[in-house]
């Protein structure tokens, strides 16, 4: 089974321009989320799609968003592009059910360069 | 909304030692807890999570202890082999929301052979 397919792998970006960042969940999963890895900030929570709706949101400016399509894919798009969204963006999927606790796995993820 | 504390950001310990990683958390209503280890420059990895109603679970030379009455939650690694540093990862969600997880700041582990 193959696991959840990020893409591109790395990229570099100048400010002010924008980027979308695509990602395939493990076949059958529902639910994907997007998460932003930074050496200060750490893990931090983006969104949560499931079943082409934003199910979860976490506390970025509206210059973050985010979708998803029928079959479960999703993508993500920066707009506006400042030095600070240089980080590593990383896509989890799950199977999305309405029951706590299920395991979500991660992309290896999207480097995002921007200079 | 939930906050995850962890400790210590740093632990270097020798190989075949034991290592403790702790993290307490702020909604009494979170009810899952994984642990994530990420190798450098790769993606982070499940490597265990326990739900509330237990309070441990083992897999091999990995355990995690759970005390929802203090609100915190444990990684233990037993007999460390080199392959076990990276930076280790706890989680929490968020008002129970099980796809929004909140993440620990991470440690650090060295294993030094």
């Known amino acids: 089974k193959a696991g959840v397919t990020q893409t591109p792998r790395y990229l570099i970006k100048t400010r002010g321009q924008q980027v979308t960042l695509s990602c395939s969940p493990i076949s059958g999963h529902r639910s994907v989320s997007w998460y932003q890895q930074t050496p200060g900030q750490g893990l931090q929570f983006l969104f949560e799609?499931?079943?082409?709706?934003?199910?979860n949101k976490g506390n970025f400016p509206g210059r973050f968003s985010g979708r998803q399509f029928s079959n479960s894919r999703s993508e993500m798009n920066v707009s506006t592009l400042e030095l600070g969204d240089s980080a590593l963006y990383l896509c989890?999927?799950?199977?999305?059910?309405?029951?706590?606790?299920?395991?979500?796995?991660f992309g290896e993820g999207s480097w995002l360069t921007v200079v | 909304g939930e906050n995850v504390e962890q400790h210590p950001s740093t632990l270097s310990v020798q190989e075949g030692d034991s290592a403790v990683i702790k993290c307490t958390y702020s909604?009494?209503?979170?009810?899952?807890f994984p642990w994530y280890k990420q190798e450098l420059g790769k993606r982070p990895q499940l490597i265990i999570d326990?739900?509330?109603?237990?309070g441990e679970k083992k897999d091999q030379r990995i355990a995690v202890t759970l005390n929802k009455t203090a609100k915190h939650f444990s990684l233990h690694i037993t007999e460390t082999q080199p392959e076990d540093s990276a930076v280790y990862f706890c989680a929490a969600p968020w008002m129970d929301s099980s796809y929004k997880l909140i993440f620990g700041s991470g440690t650090r582990l060295l294993v030094r052979p």
């Open positions: 989890a999927s799950s199977w999305g059910g309405q029951n706590s606790g299920n395991t979500i796995y």
């Open positions: 909604d009494s209503a979170s009810n899952y």
């Open positions: 799609y499931f079943s082409e709706t934003q199910r």
């Open positions: 326990i739900r509330s109603n237990v």
